[in-house]
């Protein structure tokens, strides 16, 4: 049975704080993405990486970056968390373009 | 600029009646598109796709309807479940080229009554 796990369902960080959010996939897929997942606007592609140390900007990278270190672990980092960073954030992989599996999602808040 | 949108935010419908999703797109480098069922405080679950070359695709009581003149393709589901509702999301691919990513609509919050 495939599996996205994430490191936390819910978080509550304070402005200005350094954030990391983390997913393992256990599908060996190379393909792994980050979204944000906000009401009314869908899911929003933030970083994607296709390889280990690759990676590629989404629709909206700004305040954000990523990291690949192993195959089947990809990390989200806030560098400095904004208010507007509060969101749902959603981790998904896939295999060449078969569809993505998604993780349960992290609820972030940044008070 | 939304490449992919879904127009109808919410839907609701009685059990056993048929519900109809819709989704329009702009892009016409996208050749693959794919449906997801989303439940509160889950992940996304794919559900349905096709590809460019078909105009319709089955997979029990789900079909998908793609127009590509019109840039336009739907989720039928019927009859309809309480089970069902949830928030659907289209999706759409532009396949290697666009690095395998997927833009998405804003969803639709389908509600079945029983």
């Known amino acids: 049975d495939v599996k996205v796990t994430q490191s936390s369902r819910y978080l509550v960080k304070r402005t200005g704080e350094k954030v990391f959010l983390e997913c393992v996939q256990d599908?060996?897929?190379?393909?792994m993405f980050w979204y944000r997942q906000d009401p009314g606007l869908g899911l929003r592609l933030i970083y994607f990486?296709?390889?280990?140390?690759?990676?590629e900007k989404g629709d909206i990278p700004e305040g954000y970056s990523v990291s690949r270190e192993k195959k089947e672990r990809f990390s989200l980092i806030l560098e400095s968390a904004s208010t507007n960073q509060t969101s749902m954030y959603l981790c998904a992989s896939n295999e060449d373009r078969g569809e993505q599996y998604f993780g349960p999602g992290t609820r972030l808040t940044v008070t | 600029d939304q490449q992919v949108k879904q127009n109808s935010p919410s839907l609701s419908v009685q059990e056993g009646r048929i519900s109809i999703l819709n989704c329009d797109y702009t892009?016409?480098?996208?050749?693959?598109f794919l449906w997801y069922k989303k439940y509160p405080a889950e992940g996304p679950t794919f559900l349905i796709s096709?590809?460019?070359?078909?105009d319709k695709n089955e997979d029990g009581r789900f079909t998908v309807f793609l127009n590509k003149s019109a840039k336009h393709l739907s989720l039928h589901i019927v009859p309809s479940q309480p089970g069902d509702s949830a928030v659907y999301f289209c999706a759409a691919s532009a396949g290697k080229a666009a690095g395998n990513k997927l833009t998405f609509g804003g969803g639709t919050r389908v509600l079945v009554k029983p």
């Open positions: 990486s296709y390889d280990v140390k690759m990676k």
């Open positions: 892009n016409s480098m996208f050749d693959y």
């Open positions: 096709i590809s460019s070359i078909k």
């Open positions: 599908m060996d897929h190379e393909n």
